[in-house]
T-cell receptor, first 110, second 114 residues
Framework: TQLLEQSPQFLSIQEGENLTVYCNSSSVFSSLQWYRQEPGEGPVLLVTVVTGGEVKKLKRLTFQFGDARKDSSLHITAAQPGDTGLYLCAGARGYGKLTFGQGTILTVHP | SAVISQKPSRDICQRGTSLTIQCQVDSQVTMMFWYRQQPGQSLTLIATANQGSEATYESGFVIDKFPISRPNLTFSTLTVSNMSPEDSSIYLC???????????FGAGSRLTVL
């Protein structure tokens, strides 16, 4: 089993602050995905990164895939209460099963 | 992407009983999966639901406890049998999009066993 270590587990911040969530592994993944889940809903895909060193931006969210394709980060600029939720990273090796990180519960206070 | 309807959305059950969760997809999909999740935590894969054959279970999960049906390419059920309080969890159906190894999830079924 390829472990994917996600940190921090909890983040509680004020509106307007910046934050970064990390996913690290000793294994190489062909792609790395980020999902966000709100209470009472299933996880929803935010982005997939596939190339080492790749950076993708989704409004105030910036996703980066490490050069060696073993790690990834999610950076949120000027967080808003609507960003509150559970963030999950997931690594894929080809079409095999996804490996999920432990999750980060983000709470953004107005 | 596919739209998944999952029901029930939540239920409260007595220990020793069984509950069947249904997952309906609005399009034909090859790969369907069942996950378990404790609130606020990560996802644990229970099994892959195979159309026309027995499901493929992950370590720690067995067919007698979690029987799965997959009669066609748009529908699957997961049964949680002989429930105990330890089975209280969120159960999620998911499908893999064609051409990419990404998942679309149902809204989940929150099960509480008393």
């Amino acid at each position: 089993t390829q472990l994917l270590e996600q940190s921090p587990q909890f983040l509680s911040i004020q509106e307007g602050e910046n934050l970064t969530v990390y996913c690290n592994s000793s294994s190489v993944f062909s792609s790395l995905q980020w999902y966000r889940q709100e209470p009472g809903e299933g996880p929803v895909l935010l982005v997939t990164v596939v190339t080492g060193g790749e950076v993708k931006k989704l409004k105030r969210l910036t996703f980066q895939f490490g050069d060696a394709r073993k790690d990834s980060s999610l950076h949120i600029t000027a967080a808003q209460p609507g960003d509150t939720g559970l963030y999950l990273c997931a690594g894929a090796r080809g079409y095999g099963k996804l490996t999920f990180g432990q999750g980060t519960i983000l709470t953004v206070h107005p | 992407s596919a739209v998944i309807s999952q029901k029930p959305s939540r239920d409260i059950c007595q220990r020793g009983t069984s509950l069947t969760i249904q997952c309906q997809v609005d399009s034909q999909v090859t790969m369907m999966f069942w996950y378990r999740q404790q609130p606020g935590q990560s996802l644990t894969l229970i099994a892959t639901a195979n159309q026309g054959s027995e499901a493929t279970y992950e370590s720690g999960f067995v067919i007698d406890k979690f029987p799965i049906s997959r009669p066609n390419l748009t529908f699957s059920t997961l049964t949680v049998s002989n429930m105990s309080p330890e089975d209280s969890s969120i159960y999620l159906c998911s499908v893999r999009s064609s051409g990419a190894n990404v998942l679309t999830f149902g809204a989940g079924s929150r099960l509480t066993v008393l």
